[in-house]
């Protein structure tokens, strides 16, 4: 698929992946999208671009490194935008092996692979390449109530295992960039929220435990702050990134949205007391239930923009309560969607988080 703006995306049939890819294709770009279809990974994400000429779906594995050279020789992308991970945080303290597998030797097979691409290259065309990874806030750490925000020059201080992998892939990225001069980016964004999130994600969780009377498991006391952006936004930062970010440098993107845990549960339930009322008399927030802390639970994330807002001249869009109702309201129109991936894996899941807690009450 040689096309003008053919990018190679990783991780595109996941949450943030098939945001991007969606919102790529339908800006006339084209996109290889290489995905494992792992835990979160689903192609009904892409149902909309089925038999698209501009986008080509893949399934195969970031550390297949022929794979990975054969896919970059064949479609001549100008850039890879890199989210594929493991990703859930309480997946890896559970089990952590997959999140070094994927997140640290996948990152460095695709920044192996990319080298020799883009050593192959025409200057030309060697001067616009760009490999662009997408991390997290959490390679920061944990933020008191009253510390500034996370800027690009924050210490490292990753906490859980999750966060040690994407902090051991940005490393990679950097030297990889300062060794050999690949044109890398890094982003690293805070919380997001929106359309096609897998359910084992707060918000989606609590959407649908409220939808099936279920309890609303909140960890420890619920005051954990976490700056939550609608996917969208995210994605247009991305894309800014890409377009104008300079090569070996690092963009923080986040909403200035801080909300404690308790508030958005409770505000998930607001919508859904007027959106689709319980049968009983009063609120869903009655079904809140505290549960044993995760292990290790950042206390707080809070993102400073000023970096990206100056030099790229980007800002979020959707403000966190309009976000919320939009992505409610997904969730309450999907529901073809929602059933497709309870599969028996997501049930095991539920029953092997949640019902260690129980036990551990
Ligand atoms: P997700 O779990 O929804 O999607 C990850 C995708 O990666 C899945 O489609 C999965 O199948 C794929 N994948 C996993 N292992 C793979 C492998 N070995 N080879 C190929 N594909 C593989 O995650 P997400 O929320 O969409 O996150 C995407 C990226 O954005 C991640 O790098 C994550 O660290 C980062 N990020 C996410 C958030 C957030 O709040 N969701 C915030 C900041 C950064
Ligand atoms: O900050 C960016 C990160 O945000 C991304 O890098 C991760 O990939 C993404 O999963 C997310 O990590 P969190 O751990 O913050 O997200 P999660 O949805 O798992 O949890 C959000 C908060 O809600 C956190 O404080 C834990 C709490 N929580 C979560 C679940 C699943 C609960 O209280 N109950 C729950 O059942």
């Known amino acids: 698929m040689p096309h003008q703006k053919t990018i190679l995306v990783t991780g595109g049939a996941g949450f943030v992946g098939s945001n991007f890819v969606l919102r790529w294709v339908r800006e006339g770009g084209s996109a290889v999208n290489l995905d494992l279809q792992t835990i979160a990974g689903n192609p009904a994400n892409l149902a909309s671009l089925a038999d698209h000429p501009r986008h080509l779906l893949i399934r195969g594995d970031i550390c297949d490194a022929e794979l990975v050279s054969h896919l970059l020789r064949k479609h001549r992308p100008i850039a890879i935008v890199h989210c594929a991970a493991e990703t859930h945080v309480d997946r890896s303290i559970l089990a952590p092996e997959e999140f070094i597998r994927t997140n640290i030797q996948g990152t460095f097979t695709l920044l192996d ?5 883009w050593a192959s290259l025409e200057e030309s065309a060697r001067g616009t390449f760009r ?7 959490e390679v920061y750490g944990s933020l008191g109530t009253d510390q500034p925000a996370f800027s690009e020059i924050s210490p490292y201080a990753p906490n859980s295992p999750y966060a040690a992998s994407k902090a ?8 990889y960039h300062h060794t050999y001069g690949l044109p890398t980016l890094t982003t690293h964004c805070s919380n997001n929220y929106g359309p ?3 359910p084992e994600k707060l918000i989606p969780l609590m959407i649908l435990h409220v939808l099936e009377g279920k309890s609303l498991p909140v960890y420890g006391d619920g005051l954990n702050i976490r700056d939550w952006l609608y996917v969208e936004d995210h994605c247009s930062a991305i894309c800014a990134v890409l377009a104008h970010g300079r090569p070996g440098e690092t963009y923080n993107i986040g909403n200035g949205s801080e909300h404690t845990n ?14 689709r009322p319980g049968k009983t008399i009063g609120s869903h927030k009655k079904l809140m239930q505290f549960v044993p802390d995760r292990p290790g639970h950042d206390r ?7 970096k990206i807002q100056k030099e790229l001249n980007w800002q979020p869009m959707i403000p966190f309560h309009e976000g919320l109702r939009r992505t409610v309201e997904w969730y309450l129109e999907n529901s073809a969607w929602i059933e497709n991936v309870r599969s028996g894996a997501y049930r095991d899941w539920i029953c092997l988080n949640y019902g260690e807690r129980a036990a551990r009450k």
């Open 168 to 175: 051991a892939s940005d490393h990679l990225v950097r030297a």
């Open 113 to 117: 692979q990319a080298k020799a691409y």
């Open 196 to 198: 096609f999130q897998f």
């Open 262 to 275: 308790l508030a958005v549960v409770s505000a998930i339930c607001d919508l859904l007391d007027e959106l």
């Open 131 to 137: 490999f662009l990874h997408v991390s997290t806030d």
């Open 300 to 306: 707080r994330y809070a993102i400073d923009t000023t």
